[in-house]
């Protein structure tokens, strides 16, 4: 059976699975700060992944503005409707049962969805890489950008990870996902602090689509696919922890990698079945702590 | 009537009512606080003490009647706009995050008045936390958690403590301790609302005791005539 494997392939899908992985990890690392902190299960996360590329989209085609430049606008741009949002759908329901949240922003997202579809049809639209070539490394062809992604997203990653772990900013939020009333009586405007959260999670999500852009088509239901397997990663890491969803992330994209290797028929459907069996032995997922459920 | 409350409370609750959900747990509840005074809340448990506490603070949403700290007031406000005024809340479960250090749980709270206490004034007046201040915040002992919960509202400045149950679950030694550190933030000016079930504790320390039963105030008693008339407080108590 490995005999049968050509390095090309065995290393190509691994290449393909650290790429999905990135995506995997950036995304679910986002709806884990959400959820942490508002206990709301962000079904709108793909929509705004898919809004982030096609900022990313509309300001190359109407404003001409360079790949670099939609990198730091489009997140942004996305960032503040998503605050916009928050303010306006997601506090009011703020007392209520959190899945009257959860069925918000999976509303907010059949509407972003329906609305750029009806606007530019179902069909993706490419988007030019920002770097071209690549390296021949002899078992493998590696383009430039692939790469790139890999290396921007572990930044990404470990960046958020250690403004989250190791700072003061990252103290109170903590803290809040523990106990919000306590940290704000304090004197902590802990409203103010939930709305930067959800957009800097939007943010998040919207930086991975942009940055998805060159590699995927930029199309409505670009979010929707993902989330499917990016909620899965949250199941399997523990809903609401940071460091478990990067390394879920990662490590499920390279799993689905190698099964398409090994097991071609079996690649669409491993990620669930670990996340049946993460379930049924630690139903809290891997990484989480009773406490910071 | 009116100047009287000016000069005499810098904290007057009237006719405070509160609710969890749809059930109402304070049904008109007056007292006033007179700044450098030692105030206790003494009642059985549910009597609405600690609600009383988490309605001047706001922590209880759902809520009518007047509560003004230094003429104004704070019944329409959010509890980090009450917590900026210059009141501070020791909850009784004491609230140690466990995903913070004991240094990051104890540095938390932000600085919002002048006269908070420094980082390191505060780790020198509490010794055992400086030798924990790596360890998980909820790795301390009981007494140490209850020190920590005190002393992180010390940093923000604010110079009116509500504090709920204090020496609860305590070994008595330890009771000593926080009663030792609560006689000295009295001297040092702090105005002080404290809830307590212990009788001794709470005449150790405090100038007047309010007695709460049901949700409602029945009777207002200095130190010296809760000691002179125990029977009829334990008789409010039950005990």
Request: net charge positive.
């Amino acid at each position: 059976m490995f005999d049968a494997i050509s390095p090309q392939l065995l290393f190509g899908q691994l290449l393909i699975g650290l790429i999905n992985g990135s995506f995997y990890a950036m995304l679910s690392m986002g709806l884990a700060i959400i959820f942490g902190l508002m206990n709301v299960v962000n079904f709108a996360h793909g929509a705004q992944y898919m809004l982030g590329a096609f900022t990313a989209w509309l300001l190359l085609n109407y404003l001409g503005v360079p790949y670099w430049g939609a990198l730091v606008l489009a997140p942004v741009i996305v960032a503040a409707v998503g605050m916009a949002m928050e303010r306006a759908v997601l506090r009011p329901l703020q007392h209520l049962d959190h899945l009257y949240g959860l069925l918000a922003t999976y509303a907010v997202a059949l509407i972003v969805e329906g609305l750029i579809r009806q606007r530019y049809g179902a069909t993706g639209m490419p988007y030019p890489s920002p770097i071209n070539g690549g390296v021949n490394l002899g078992f493998m062809f590696l383009p430039w950008y692939r790469f790139y992604v890999v290396i921007f997203s572990i930044v990404i990653c470990l960046g958020t990870w250690l403004l989250i772990e190791h700072t003061r900013l990252g103290a109170y939020l903590r803290a809040a996902n523990e106990k919000p009333d306590i940290v704000e009586s304090f004197g902590v405007n802990v409203p103010r602090m939930i709305t930067l959260t959800y957009g800097f999670g939007v943010g998040l999500a919207a930086l991975s689509g942009v940055l998805a852009a060159p590699i995927y088509q930029v199309s409505p239901s670009m979010g929707t696919s993902l989330m499917i397997t990016v909620f899965a990663v949250v199941v399997i890491g523990g809903i609401g922890s940071i460091s478990g969803a990067i390394m879920t992330g990662y490590v499920l994209g390279l799993v689905e990698a190698l099964t398409k290797v090994f097991y071609p028929a079996g690649a669409g459907m491993v990620v669930f079945v670990v996340m049946i069996i993460v379930l049924l032995m630690k139903p809290n997922g891997m990484f989480s702590s009773p406490e910071r459920l | 009537m009116r100047d009287e409350v000016t000069t005499a409370g810098i904290l007057s609750v009237n006719d405070l009512h509160a609710w969890y959900a749809e059930s109402k747990a304070l049904h008109g509840i007056s007292f006033e606080v007179r700044e450098g005074e030692l105030l206790t809340l003494i009642g059985r448990n549910g009597a609405g003490k600690t609600t009383t506490l988490r309605s001047i603070m706001g922590i209880v949403r759902k809520r009518t009647g007047s509560v003004r700290f230094r003429n104004e007031e704070l019944i329409d406000k959010r509890i980090y706009q009450i917590a900026r005024k210059g009141l501070a809340y020791c909850p009784e479960e004491r609230a140690i995050f466990s995903s913070l250090s004991v240094k990051e749980n104890l540095t938390l709270p932000p600085v919002l008045q002048k006269g908070g206490m420094a980082d390191d004034e505060l780790l020198k007046a509490f010794p055992n936390l400086q030798r924990r201040a790596s360890s998980q915040g909820t790795k301390l002992s009981g007494g140490e958690q209850q020190m920590l919960a005190i002393a992180r509202i010390l940093r923000t400045g604010s110079r009116f403590l509500l504090l709920d149950e204090p020496s609860e679950g305590l070994a008595p030694v330890v009771v000593k301790e926080i009663a030792e550190l609560i006689r000295k933030l009295k001297r040092q000016g702090f105005t002080i609302i404290l809830v307590e079930q212990n009788l001794r504790f709470a005449r150790s320390v405090a100038d007047r005791h309010v007695i709460v039963e049901n949700g409602r105030v029945v009777d207002i008693l200095t130190s010296d005539a809760l000691s002179q008339d125990m029977a009829r407080v334990q008789s409010y108590l039950g005990v």
